[in-house]
């Protein structure tokens, strides 16, 4: 019985060397290849919009030869993905330079609103994208241009917007102070998603929807879906939206939270490791797929190195958690 | 039979206590820290919903209790509680020693050392949840399960 | 009939070499991944999206398509034998298939059964996705929040018919069910609710592992009773002639699937409701109606109204997601998803610019419904000889699979040790007589009810009247939900006074 033991354990730590692959981290002189596989992580379930982001930037990095590295997507939705995100920030030793992350302003909010973990336990090493935020009337709404919404509250009736989590939640309270109203005449239902919002305003339940260009596109060109105002401060550029006026056009102050796409990794990351990164994800924003993407989907290009990445992150991290009275 | 001792429980009278204690803590924290109706915008609050069901659990398992009181305690075999324990070692072994090793470790304790089979019989058992784990799940799906404690070390995690 | 002459145009484009090959590939990866517990269409489309980066378009979106679609059958084979539902909407495919398969001693039959009644269902769900297109994506547009809020209400009521013997007890189990749904991120503030402060719990209780933890392990605990029982081979019939199912038994079954059919694909086709609820609504509305054996013994009803419902329902969520881009599930999000990876638009014009992917799929469908009943019919026999496995082997492998399936769902151990938490759970309700079908039933609808209610909420001020009279279609619901809570009392108060005297039955 105990040779037979014994010879289970030695086939147990055999297996456990096969499957772990065996492998040791490779030493560094300055400069840093990857020697093991990479693990990205996702905090958003597959399919979503963060997914795409990760897979595109994966698919371009293999296809253009950016890095030899074979990078392994790992979706960690656990806790609305904050444990995917703590699990992150929180990792050591070679496993460090080998893991990255998907963070978008949309993991930002929730991170700081609902846990203590802060982008100072990350390293950021790019800032890829971003998205600006309209408002949509459909074919079954009562108000048609943005002026009939002006009356319409001015005249003390009640409106109803959809939209999603996250940013657009956010967006909606910057809207609610540029309009000086109040939720109980503008209110805001949440959906899950930007589609469940889409969903309600086609079936005449709600009046408005916040959106973004890649969500609604196709709507706008059926003629379901109406552009009525930008956000932001500057006009859309796109063909599709460029006729739009924005809320500034109208005398309120812009009140977009633009939702940036970016990439970071554990706090721990060597410096040689994140700079191998970030020159990968900038090659990546110099290839016709990127703009392909770019254009597909309606973002705004917005590529940041790893300093600006930083300076950036902090300083909305900074002015969110002002905004939420969680800056001390 | 191995593992045939018995226990009678009063399992009938303490599922609706649980189940009391379970509607009382829901409604304490959902008044406490959700709230129940926003009277600015007439709406509920995130509370709404799980107060109203917890009040309706306080009061179901008050009366599912008294409907207990008259029933007999519960038979319970310690044979049955060796499928949890097992797991629970399992579960264990697979924090120290990761997935394979420990499946391949469970399954020989469990055919071999509990059950009594042939080495044949333990050894296709492995073979088979070693199929499921290593080619179906990890290799083709991609799911990466735990690799333990020291498969981390060898991976230097 | 214009719609008929476009599927046979999109017959056409599935009938190439390359895509009928992707076609049998996805059917043949879906009843694997379906059958797989903790795999569900979601996980398994999203896992196998990249693998058809390098496909064309249409190519792609028939394999997946098939992949989802034939999934369905898969997680009945899993929850039959094993009684663990290989994905959540069979869950209440176990409640009738395992007893038929393990009391009754017709695996084969209730096997034949679930694929029979799949294969029905999907074809009703189709044949109506076909005839009324784009037309039925607008109807599933009608249902608001407060349409939704009434209908899952009235679909709530069903819980009645699923409570067992003990209608306080069953109820009890329910309402622990809906607050243990009620954990994690609360989506209309964004905070966290009942997380109790820890973070795995922010995310809330996977359905999944609940599940296989609810109905699989704790029948493990059950089996450890049994597990010196020898099992006698001459006891199941090996082949498909053996697994046949009787004239008889088509008789019984057509009735349900047909039923379940027609209200699974109007489920599928209604925001967010899905397959599972698809199922759970076809077996409870089965309840309402006659079975030749009392549903939970092993009923050929409870199987046939429980998988046509979810097939039906599949092909129903295709609607939205083709004629407006509206995924009507999490998986119907990851094909949108995939069109948009694929350089395609989805959106209402679709059908207008690319009828050849559009109706392609539709055919796509028909086509793997086929590929995944004649597959599954073939492997009958090599399935039934799980059951040939002694139990005493039986129970450590299941052990394993049951946390291979919940680690899968949730990639994390968080997600084995509810499903452990759960299975002891599930194994003292049933031990004390408590019947756990009901819990899982309000664990999938409550979320959805609760999600719809506040939004109506919000849409109307907090006006109660103008939530449930404020279309037509609420104040048509309200009243069927008045009628089935009023009816009852209504019966008990004329029997009481000799109003009113019940025929006997039988």
New interface residues.
């Given amino acids: 019985m105990k040779k037979t033991f014994t010879l ?1 354990i030695a ?3 055999v ?3 096969a ?7 490779a030493s560094s002189d300055g400069s840093f290849t990857p020697t ?1 596989d990479v ?1 990205w992580t996702c905090t958003s ?4 919009g963060s ?2 982001f990760t ?2 930037i994966k ?1 371009s990095i293999r296809l253009n030869g950016f890095s030899d590295a074979n990078i ?1 997507i ?10 995917g995100r ?1 699990e992150v920030s929180r ?1 050591t ?3 460090a330079d080998h893991t990255i992350l998907t963070f978008n302003s949309g993991d930002l909010m ?1 991170m700081c ?3 203590n973990n802060r982008i100072e336990n990350f390293k950021p090493l790019a800032l890829m994208a971003s998205d600006n935020h309209f408002l949509c009337s459909g074919d079954m709404s009562k108000y048609h241009s943005f002026q009939e919404i002006i009356d319409a509250l001015a005249r003390g009736e ?1 409106i ?1 917007i959809a939209g999603s ?2 940013d657009d ?1 956010e967006t909606y309270n910057a809207l609610l102070k540029s309009l000086g109203v109040d ?2 005449q503008l ?7 930007t ?2 919002a ?3 305003l ?5 009046d408005l929807v916040l959106g973004k260009q ?1 969500s609604c ?3 706008i ?2 003629e ?1 879906m109406f552009p009525m105002v930008a956000l932001c401060e500057d006009r859309f550029t796109s063909d599709l939206l460029k006729d739009m006026p924005t809320i500034t056009e109208f005398g309120y102050e812009a009140c977009d939270v633009p939702n940036w796409r970016g990439i970071v990794a554990p706090k721990a990351m060597s410096e040689a490791a994140a700079d191998y990164w970030a020159e990968c994800f900038r090659q990546v924003t110099e290839t016709p797929e990127w703009d392909e993407y770019i254009t ?2 309606g973002l705004v290009p917005m590529y940041m190195d790893r300093a600006s990445t930083v300076q950036f992150m902090t300083e909305f991290q900074q002015s969110y958690l002002q905004s939420i009275g969680k800056d001390k | 039979m191995k593992g045939n001792k018995s226990v009678k429980l009063p399992t009938q009278q303490l599922i609706p206590v649980v189940g009391l204690i379970i509607g009382l803590l829901f409604l304490l924290k959902g008044i406490k820290d959700y709230g129940f109706w926003n009277s600015t915008t007439h709406t509920p609050t995130a509370g709404f919903f799980p107060i109203i069901i917890a009040v309706a659990l306080c009061l179901l398992s008050v009366l599912a209790f008294f409907q207990s009181i008259k029933k007999e305690k519960v038979e319970y075999t310690l044979r049955n509680w060796y499928v949890p324990f097992g797991f629970v070692l399992f579960i264990a072994a697979i924090y120290i020693i990761g997935t394979v090793p420990s499946t391949i470790l469970f399954i020989i304790a469990w055919v071999k050392g509990y059950e009594k089979m042939s080495w044949k019989t333990t050894i296709i058992c492995v073979i088979f949840c070693l199929i499921i784990v290593i080619p179906i799940f990890t290799m083709w799906l991609g799911i990466p399960f735990p690799v333990g404690k020291i498969g981390e070390l060898i991976l230097g995690y | 009939m214009e719609n008929f002459a476009m599927l046979f145009h999109g017959f056409g484009v599935v009938f190439t070499p390359t895509n009928i090959g992707a076609c049998l590939l996805g059917s043949i990866l879906g009843l694997i991944v379906g059958a797989m517990p903790g795999i569900g269409s979601l996980a398994g489309v999203a896992l196998l999206l990249p693998l058809t980066y390098k496909f064309d378009p249409t190519t792609a979106i028939i394999m997946l398509g098939a992949l989802y679609y034939s999934n369905m059958y898969g997680g009945a084979f899993s929850a039959i034998l094993l009684n663990i539902p290989g994905d959540s909407p069979a869950v209440m495919t176990a409640v009738d298939g395992y007893p038929m398969a393990t009391v009754k001693k017709r695996p084969g039959q209730a096997l034949m059964t679930a694929n029979a009644s799949s294969c029905i269902g999907g074809i009703i769900g189709m044949l109506i996705l076909v005839i009324l297109g784009p037309a039925l994506a607008e109807i599933g547009l009608k249902f608001g929040y407060a349409e939704m809020m009434v209908l899952l209400l009235v679909a709530m009521t069903s819980i009645g018919w699923l409570v067992g013997g003990n209608p306080v007890q069953g109820v009890l189990l329910t309402f622990i069910g809906i607050l243990v749904a009620s954990i994690g991120m609360d989506v209309q503030t964004g905070s966290p609710r009942y997380d109790f402060g820890n973070i795995y719990l922010l995310g809330g209780v996977e359905f999944i592992p609940f599940v296989i933890g609810t109905v699989g392990f704790a029948q493990l605990m059950q089996l450890m009773d049994e597990k010196d029982i020898k099992v006698k081979s001459v006891d199941m019939k090996l082949t498909i002639r053996g697994s046949m199912l009787t004239a008889h038994d088509y008789k019984r079954l057509l009735g349900p699937s047909v039923r379940a059919g027609l209200m699974g694909t109007f489920v599928g086709v209604l925001p967010g409701a899905g397959a599972t609820s698809a199922a759970f609504l076809g077996y409870a509305m089965q309840k309402a109606f006659k079975s030749e054996e009392p549903l939970g013994t092993g009923a050929i009803e409870g199987i046939a109204a429980s998988e046509s419902a979810n097939n039906a329902a599949a092909a129903g969520s295709f609607a939205p997601l083709l004629a407006l881009g509206i995924p009507g599930s999490g998986t119907g999000a990851v094909l949108l998803g995939g069109l948009m990876m694929w350089g395609l638009n989805p959106g209402p014009l679709l059908f207008t610019n690319d009828p050849d992917f559009a109706w392609g799929l539709i055919a796509s469908l028909f086509v793997s419904n086929i590929f995944a009943l004649a597959i599954s019919l073939g492997v009958i026999p090599m399935l039934l000889r799980i059951l040939q496995v002694p139990i005493k082997l039986l129970i450590p492998v299941v052990m394993v699979v049951c946390f291979v399936g919940a680690y899968a769902s949730t990639y994390s151990m968080f997600g084995v040790m509810i499903m452990l938490i759960a299975g002891v759970c599930g194994y003292v309700f049933d031990k004390n007589g408590y019947s756990t079908a009901p819990m899982l039933l309000a664990f999938v609808l409550a979320p959805l009810l609760e999600d719809n209610m506040r939004k109506a909420f919000i849409r109307t001020a907090g006006d109660i009247s103008d939530v449930f009279f404020g279309s037509a279609i609420a104040t048509v619901l309200t009243l069927v939900l008045i009628f089935i809570c009023a009816f009852p009392v209504v019966r008990t108060i004329l029997i009481k006074t000799g109003k009113y005297t019940p025929k006997k039955k039988g």
Avoid at chain 1, 19 to 25: L, Q, R
Avoid at chain 1, 45 to 48: L, R
């Fill in positions: 289970a086939l147990l730590m297996t456990t060397m499957f772990a692959g065996g492998n040791a981290d093991r693990t379930s597959p399919g979503g997914d795409i897979q595109e698919e392994v790992d979706y960690v939705t656990d806790g609305g993905g904050e444990v703590l990792m030793g070679p496993r929730p609103l609902n846990t009640r109803v989590k996250g939640i939720e109980t209110a805001y239902v949440t959906n899950d998603s589609s469940s889409i969903t309600s086609l079936g005449g339940h709600v890649a596109e196709q709507y060109i059926a379901r597909r989907n």
